[in-house]
DNA sequence: TATTGTTATACTCTATAACTATA
DNA sequence: TATAGTTATAGAGTATAACAATA
């Protein structure tokens, strides 16, 4: 089926042709060994998840995140959060503006430059509603897995700086 | 310093506060302990790390497992490329052409519709010196965790279908 | 009828620079 | 002088739809 090649000399060998139906061939993978490449793909499995969890919501990740933070976090800043989070600033007031057009968060100015941010009684709502199923979601994956989730999620955090 | 509210009320307390510094507020974040936030967090510290190490190459991301996935599969067709690391066709071919005309890929047809992928000689060079870098790399990043590279890779792969 | 490769296009995320105003 | 928020803009990466040629 795989023919492992050292001198470089056709590797993929058409086995696996079967008659009338498409070849299909499984390509060796010097990838599949890198943390970063397997990082990679189980993050976009993840947030393909969320996405779908998210969509009856009317929330991207970005915008989940943002409520979720500033709902543990009355009355933060909202350069702390675009801290916390890792959102430039230019990026961030986009992401809030849609977030106060829908009534989801209101902001207050703190000193003339900086501007809290709070859930509406709407936005702490959905944002409850959002996190449930989220966290739920996010147990799923962790059920199927034979690791130790404790030492996983230790793991990445090593990993972020 | 940080305070736990199962009220509601008023949780970022201004606790931190130096006189003549910033705030710097440390926000709760119930994101901490997802394991979809964590993955992608960790994910991109290593793309970013990847992309500093792809640089002198004049590699992209995607660039560089076409070329890497190519050199391990010499002869492969494109359209099996493009599943293997879940590229769409329609975005496989620009990737494909970019490194075709730098001279580091060669394409010839295989039945009239599908074409076969390989190397040149300096494709092939590159490959390596870049698979090389991107290897120690991968490995210096490793070394850091106090875990199992090895259960930690294979929950990797858990993750993805 | 399904697959391959291509083109055109759009959408999201992210990144940078410049600006105002405040501390 | 550094920070906060805003605006405009540009660049990736990714997504779909339509098409021609072929199996």
């Known amino acids: ?5 050292h001198d470089g000399t056709n590797t993929a060998t058409s086995a696996g042709q079967a008659p009338g139906g498409t070849p299909d061939e499984r390509l060796a993978s010097p990838l599949d060994g890198l943390l970063g490449y397997r990082l990679r793909r189980a993050s976009m499995v993840l947030m393909a998840d969320l996405a779908s969890v998210l969509r009856p919501f009317g ?12 709902g543990a976090n009355p009355g933060c800043r909202q350069s702390d959060v675009g ?5 430039k600033r230019a990026n961030l007031t986009p992401l809030v503006g849609r977030l106060k057009a829908r009534g989801l968060i209101t902001d207050a ?4 430059r900086s501007l809290s941010l709070t859930l509406t009684e709407e936005g702490r709502a959905l944002q409850e509603e959002a996190l449930t199923r989220i966290t739920t979601s996010d147990r799923a994956v962790r059920k199927r897995l034979s690791m130790d989730e404790t030492s996983l999620l230790a793991a990445l955090r090593e990993m972020t700086g």
Chains 1, 2 share one sequence.
């Not at 929330?59 to 500033?70: D, H, P, R």
């Not at 801290?83 to 959102?87: T, V």
């Not at 100015?109 to 003339?112: F, L, M, Q, V």
Request: net charge negative.
């Open 1 to 5: 089926m795989t023919v492992k090649s």
């Open 59 to 70: 929330l991207s990740a970005g915008e989940a995140s943002l409520l979720i933070l500033v």
């Open 83 to 87: 801290r916390a989070l890792e959102i």
């Open 109 to 112: 100015p703190i000193d003339g």
